[in-house]
């Protein structure tokens, strides 16, 4: 007997668990691929992005950004954007592109969740119908029912609980599994935005530049003595 007899055996619940595997491989290999694509180094992309801006040069540095097919891409995307517009807007744009980032990696999860939930609760439902047929088959014959009679109603009725268990099973497994690389993947998003912001706040160079330029800036002389006297304050020309 092979797998397509046992399935066929199994009744009509089997079809409802054999649509759930269908849809968790779906979500299995989209995300897949999806988190491979998201999972990449964001150094060397912090790197060309702070040299394009400590050159003033905002093209290259969007042009870094969007060349790199991840989320943290499209995150100092944003950032780049704003950059300009002080550090208040740069987060506010990269918390705004944050949100529509991590939408798109926990997308559909939560169906491989039901898929791992509901698959068993099938396999249990088709094994109860088929102890309700063995016992209702029992009665029609008066008790007469030999154990063969009763064991083979039984054992049609496991079947269900057996591939519901190896349809949850797996998407259990590979829903833990890719809840766990996007916490790391979140995690390495949000020590990539905290390099960005110290970038903006520690590199003088390309915050002046773009920031401030300095033709437009007013320098004041630095005091070191009278410093809580107001007569000896720096006055602006």
Same mark, same amino acid.
């Given at each position: 007997m092979n797998l397509l007899d046992l399935f066929l055996k199994g009744g009509l619940v089997m079809w409802p668990i054999l649509l759930c595997s269908f849809v968790g491989v779906a979500v299995i290999m989209e995300k897949f691929i999806i988190l491979s694509r998201a999972n990449v180094d964001h150094r060397p992309l912090l790197g060309k992005v702070r040299s394009a801006l400590a050159h003033n040069d905002m093209k290259s540095a969007l042009e870094a950004c969007a060349a790199v097919k991840a989320p943290i891409g499209g995150l100092l995307k944003n950032g780049v954007v704003n950059f300009h517009k002080g550090t208040v807007a740069v987060k506010e744009g990269i918390e705004n592109a944050a949100k529509v980032e991590i939408f798109y990696l926990e997308k559909r999860?939560?169906?491989?969740? +039901?898929?791992?939930?509901?698959?068993?609760?099938?396999?249990?439902?088709?094994?109860?119908?088929?102890?309700?047929?063995?016992?209702?088959?029992?009665?029609?014959?008066?008790? +007469?029912?030999?154990?063969?009679?009763?064991?083979?109603?039984?054992?049609?009725?496991?079947?269900?609980?057996?591939?519901?268990?190896?349809?949850?099973?797996?998407?259990?497994?590979?829903? +833990?599994?890719?809840?766990?690389n996007i916490t790391r993947l979140v995690h390495n998003l949000e020590v990539a935005t905290e390099e960005f912001f110290a970038m903006m706040e520690v590199d003088g160079t390309a915050v002046e530049s773009v920031v401030m330029p300095a033709a437009a800036k007013k320098t004041k002389p630095t005091r070191t003595v009278f410093a809580d006297d107001e007569f000896f304050e720096p006055k602006d020309e």
């Open positions: 999860l939560s169906l491989l969740a +039901n898929v791992a939930a509901i698959s068993p609760m099938l396999g249990f439902l088709g094994t109860v119908v088929g102890m309700v047929l063995a016992f209702q088959t029992i009665e029609q014959l008066g008790g +007469n029912a030999d154990a063969g009679t009763l064991a083979g109603g039984i054992w049609q009725g496991l079947l269900c609980s057996a591939f519901g268990l190896m349809v949850g099973i797996p998407a259990l497994f590979f829903y +833990n599994l890719f809840v766990a």
